[in-house]
């Protein structure tokens, strides 16, 4: 791949990210015909099959193509092809999200063609662009298992990958992308079976960082905190109440005398940390507040990153009391938390359910002429996302998420 070996090496030199259109993108992937071939994803997806159905190449897949989705999104981003638009206000998507989908979802079917699947972006969206990649993508369509060390209980290698759900976010914290803001933008892949997070792969895009992990295993690559990248930290030091007239602002504007600093160095102050969104501050959130009593307060946005800084033991407290966080966006970490000894549950308490395929299959008619954001509705968790290192936590987080949870019968997912 000459040609983009050399973009890659010349983009990759300090020039700022700016977004472009999509018929740029789609000129910049047709500018060879390189590898001599003129099939289309699809097609090369499904020319060849080399089908198996160990559990431990599954895994072993997905963290492969963890590592080709991420050279495929910094191929794009450095070439300025990565068109932006909101799927509603303030919620951006990328030609790199619909492109990172297709190759993920192209290359587990090459192997895996039955395999249950559900993802983020619209399906139509990502079939469009995916189409009009051609052959200069063709030799990313061949993905092979990663031989990283991987610890697999005995209990989960023999299992049936048939009733498994591979659950896709293909950029988590795309608003971390947008504004290149990479070490917040996190490539989500999790492996559900029987309704439980069992594998997941965590690949950090600004650090390089793969964190992965199987329930019951050993969690890999988790590693120190980082001093690479810094977020915005501050002292608790507002009444409460006092933010409740700002809800739906960033929280920076909320919080004065803010303070950037690494996750090394947050991890090294003295106090319980606990970690907020770096947008829409609402009342559920000072209620949090209020309840857990922090001594610093940690802001930044996208569930595998805070999650990642909370299995790191940079924060004592992740937790967002209110509907939000999608199917795709907690599996991998959840399951990452388990193999590190931790959890990743609702503010109640109660370990996540995902689907089974069986469920997916049947909800296939109800979901599949959904927007983007009616499916972001249909899959969200109830009662938010939680992890803690303080004992009592659901206690006190229960009640808030139980009064801003949304009712079960408006939610698409009963769980």
Not at 17 to 38: P, Q
Not at 185 to 190: D, F, H, N, P, W
Not at 246 to 262: A, D, L, N, V, W
Not at 351 to 368: C, G, I, V, W
């Amino acid at each position: 791949m000459g040609q983009l070996d050399c973009l890659y090496n010349q983009m990759s030199q300090g020039r700022p990210f700016i977004t472009d259109t999509l018929s740029a993108c789609i000129a910049f992937l047709d500018v060879t015909n390189e590898i001599g071939s003129s099939y289309s994803l699809r097609q090369m997806a499904t020319k060849t099959p080399e089908t198996t159905t160990s559990f431990e190449h599954l895994v072993r897949l997905l963290m492969g193509i963890a590592d080709e989705a991420a050279k495929l999104i910094f191929d794009l981003r450095n070439g300025h092809l990565v068109e932006v638009h909101d799927k509603k206000p303030g919620d951006p998507v990328t030609v790199a999200d619909f492109c990172s989908q297709y190759l993920i979802i192209s290359n587990l079917r090459r192997v895996f063609p039955d395999i249950a699947i559900l993802a983020e972006e619209d399906p139509a969206e990502v079939e469009e662009v995916g189409q009009k990649l051609q052959s200069v993508l063709a030799d990313r369509l061949r993905v092979q298992p990663s031989d990283r060390p991987l610890t697999l209980p005995a209990d989960l290698a023999s299992i049936d990958v048939s009733e498994c759900v591979v659950i896709i976010d293909p950029i988590d914290g795309t608003k971390h992308f947008v504004l290149d803001d990479l070490p917040g933008s996190i490539i989500l892949l999790g492996v559900a079976y029987r309704a439980q997070a069992v594998a997941g792969i965590m690949y950090q895009l600004g650090t390089g960082a793969m964190v992965y992990g199987v329930r019951g295993g050993e969690v890999h690559g988790l590693g120190a905190a980082s001093t690479e990248y810094s977020v915005p930290v501050q002292s608790n030091t507002l009444p409460v109440g006092d933010l409740v007239k700002s809800e739906g602002t960033p929280i920076r504007q909320c919080f004065p005398g803010y303070t950037f600093k690494t996750p090394a160095e947050i991890k090294a102050l003295d106090g319980v940390k606990m970690l907020a969104t770096d947008i829409n501050w609402r009342e559920p959130m000072d209620r949090m507040r209020a309840a857990v009593e922090p001594d610093f307060i940690v802001q930044t946005g996208g569930t595998g990153h805070k999650a990642l800084l909370f299995l790191q033991g940079v924060v004592d407290v992740y937790a967002y009391p209110m509907p939000g966080p999608k199917f795709w966006d907690t599996c991998a970490p959840a399951a990452v938390a388990s193999a590190a000894g931790r959890q990743l549950t609702d503010c109640r308490g109660r370990e996540f359910r995902y689907p089974t395929p069986t469920e997916l299959k049947a909800n296939t008619e109800e979901t599949a002429g959904l927007s983007g954001v009616e499916k972001d509705e249909y899959f969200r968790h109830r009662f938010g996302v939680m992890g803690s290192a303080v004992d009592g936590m659901a206690a006190m987080l229960g009640p808030i998420a139980a009064d801003y949870g949304c009712p079960e019968h408006e939610m698409g997912w009963a769980h």
